[in-house]
């Protein structure tokens, strides 16, 4: 099944409820598609790392063991050669296990900040990355709220790494390596508007379960990762200070004063030079 | 025949008479043996060495860059405070040929020369910081072109701006050589350049701080306001005069006889002129940053060390050079109007050092300390570019007069 296929697959549901709500607007775009999102509950998650290994497999990276649990004595962030990782959390309620990657966002930071469209957020969803586009400055690095994106400080040849969603995968129609492993089901793989109902409906049948947030529906614009936690998710190393603005919107107002400034700063330069050399005639070229 | 090999004479175009003429120009010049040299040499030696070991075994290799600190001095110092620093070509250009302002005129070539070289030297460091320089021709040859990506728009007004600045440049070259008609077409495009230059530089030089707009979550409270780009391009105006201040008063000792008569008698009105500009834009800077300070709400942080830090920039480095910089106008003292440039200067290298490497990531565990490779290769791209500004100012009408073919001024 080739991609368009895939996705049209994939978005008919949502498609038809969207085509009898949105009167004309079908009509003019006839592939409206959503995008696709994975739902991860920390309440389930046993922290048996299945997900890394399957990662790690997918992609072609070395493969963790996933039978030592002293990793959990460190918080850990992905690397360039792990894409995820799941970190424990030892909270008043318990312990609480969380698998982190990256979380492919609605309006992503990375692929506005790059400037060679190397990160690209897709039209199905993921934010994937193009080795023959990137440049290295690393931009998109800086710019995601969540620090993602890696690269590879020791090698001549650097990539940035990071989750893509396994792009790929999906295109033939499987789900992420990671859901697929997951035993549990602690990992759900569907569309966003999907996702994002199953994820409330959990938190409000288990109100005593669940904090009654869904982290990732609203924050920096919506994340195609979604996460439902029996604790608050500062406790589980969440930022929950980034605001619901999408991080692109943070330089919107610069790039709309950029032709403004381009077109009309000449045209001001030009009429003082002028008046400035009708009144005293100032060199005319540099000597 | 040893007259139509002397520079600036008017010739006509003889490929064998432009050979000799080029080499005889390329030969190093002076004594050798000079403290500058002593010094600078093996710091180059090192820094080349450095940049191999860096290409062969990455970045990693001799930087201390981290996953959460992916950018560190060879952004923050030499791109983005560099870059400020080599504002003054913008300003100088514009008081002389939009204002009319003529008594700056004998310091536009080597105003403009100092940008020139500054942009190609220091941006041109980022390549060194690119982890795959090679591909630097991606956002520039149109295959892919990121156009959402403010750094996209700052790549390419770098570039153009490089150009334009060449062209400004260009009638000293036009002298030097001595080809009077090229030296005509250049002349002529003087005020287009100047006029696309100034442009280009209000938009890149704010662009520069655009940039970090999108890292809003790791940048101290204190730092971050939606209002960095104007915050750059106004701190842009009097770093760039305050490197022409500094600048200009060790050039014109070093290059004491290279320096026309008419340069020597301006100099001192011409810093004092400087200073004054310098005050009024350090008030206004001054006045925004309190501003944007009340304005955020964040005035309980000045209580804390990062506080005290914003302080030591804000009051100790922007508000005290400006004093420094109204009280040497009123005396009439240039002794004071070079130290207060130089507090100036400083104060720019501590605010675009804490808003790219300092306080970003401020709440990090480790926080990233530049290494001694990085700082030496910083240290080398500086001597290599002062190396290219003697060879071009002991060769080329820069501070002195041009020849006598030239149109006047």
């Known amino acids: 099944m080739d991609r368009r296929n895939f996705l049209k697959n ?45 990662c790690a497999t997918q992609n072609g990276l ?118 697929q492993s997951c035993p549990v089901d602690a990992l759900q793989f569907g569309q966003r508007r999907e996702m994002v109902q199953e994820a409330r409906n959990r938190v409000s049948d288990n109100p005593h379960s669940y904090v009654q947030h869904i982290y990732g529906e609203d924050e920096v614009g919506g994340t195609g990762w979604l996460y439902v936690s029996p604790v608050p998710f500062d406790e589980i190393g969440f930022r929950t200070d980034l605001g619901g603005e999408p991080i692109p919107e943070l330089t919107q107002s610069f790039l709309y004063a950029v032709p403004v400034v381009f077109l009309l700063w000449p045209v001001f330069l030009n009429a003082i030079r002028a008046k400035e050399e009708s009144s005293a005639l100032p060199p005319r070229d540099q000597s | 025949m040893t007259t139509s090999v002397q520079s600036g004479t008017p010739r006509e175009w003889d490929i064998r008479e432009f050979v000799k003429f080029v080499i005889k120009e390329a030969k190093p010049r002076g004594k050798f043996l000079t403290p500058f040299n002593m010094i600078s040499i093996p710091i180059i030696l090192v820094g080349a060495i450095l940049v191999v070991i860096r290409f062969v075994f990455g970045i990693g290799s001799i930087t201390n860059l981290s996953q959460s600190t992916p950018w560190g001095i060879w952004i923050g110092f030499d791109v983005v405070t560099g870059v400020a620093f080599a504002g003054g070509a913008y300003v100088v250009t514009f008081l002389v040929y939009i204002l009319g302002a003529k008594q700056y005129h004998s310091i536009v070539r080597v105003t403009v020369l100092n940008g020139f070289l500054a942009y190609m030297f220091y941006a041109g460091a980022l390549m060194l910081d690119l982890g795959r320089p090679w591909k630097i021709i991606n956002p520039i040859i149109g295959n892919s072109f990121g156009v959402s990506s403010v750094l996209f ?52 030089q704010s662009g ?19 209002f960095i780009p104007v915050l750059f391009f106004i701190s842009s105006i009097f770093a760039g005069l305050s490197m022409v201040i500094f600048e200009g008063s060790i050039s014109h000792k070093v290059f004491r006889s290279r320096v026309s008569h008419e340069g020597h008698a301006d100099h001192d009105a011409i810093l004092l002129g400087l200073a004054k500009i310098c005050a009024g834009v350090m008030f206004v800077y001054f006045f925004l940053k309190v501003l944007v300070l009340v304005h955020s709400q964040q005035t309980h942080l000045l209580a804390t060390a990062w506080g005290v830090w914003f302080m030591v920039e804000v009051l100790g480095f922007v508000l005290v050079p400006g004093y420094l910089f109204f009280r040497a106008v009123r005396a009439g003292d240039v002794g004071l109007v070079k130290v207060a440039s130089a507090l100036a200067l400083v104060g720019i290298i501590l605010n675009r050092l804490n808003i790219s490497v300092i306080a970003y990531e401020w709440y990090a565990a480790n926080p990233y300390i530049p290494s001694w490779m990085e700082i030496e290769v910083t240290a080398a791209v500086i001597c290599v570019e002062i190396w290219a500004f003697r060879w071009v100012v002991t060769r080329m009408p820069v501070l002195s007069d041009p020849p006598s073919w030239a149109p006047e001024r």
């Open chain 1, 62 to 179: 070395p493969v963790p063991d996933t039978k030592d649990k002293s990793v959990f004595e460190d918080i850990r962030e992905p690397t360039p050669t792990q894409w995820t990782v799941v970190n424990r959390f030892e909270t008043e309620n318990g312990t609480v296990f969380v698998k982190k990657q990256c979380m492919h966002c609605n309006q992503a930071a990375c692929s506005t900040a790059c400037l060679t469209e190397a990160m690209k957020k897709t039209e199905e969803g993921p934010v994937i990355w193009r080795e023959g586009k990137c440049m290295g400055c690393r931009y998109c690095m800086v710019s995601c709220p969540f620090t993602i994106p890696k690269f590879e400080y020791h090698s001549a040849n650097p990539k940035i790494q990071k989750c893509i969603f396994c792009y790929e995968r999906l295109a033939e129609g499987e789900v992420p390596a990671c859901v």
């Open chain 2, 153 to 204: 728009l700052v790549a390419w007004h770098f570039l153009l701006y490089m150009a334009a600045e060449f062209i400004e440049f260009s009638p000293a070259i036009a002298e030097w050589l001595g080809w009077p008609r090229l030296r005509k077409i250049v002349g002529g495009l003087t005020i287009a350049s100047v006029i696309f230059g100034i442009t280009l530089s209000t938009l890149h």
């Open chain 1, 10 to 54: 994939l978005s008919m549901a949502g498609t038809a409820t969207a085509a009898a709500t949105s009167l004309n607007i079908a009509a003019e775009s006839p592939k409206p598609h959503e995008f696709v999102s994975v739902l991860v509950d920390a309440k389930r998650c046993i922290g048996c790392r299945e997900c890394e290994a399957a």
């Open chain 2, 208 to 226: 520069l701080g655009a940039l970090f707009l999108m890292a809003k979550s790791k940048i101290h409270p204190l730092w971050f306001t939606e």
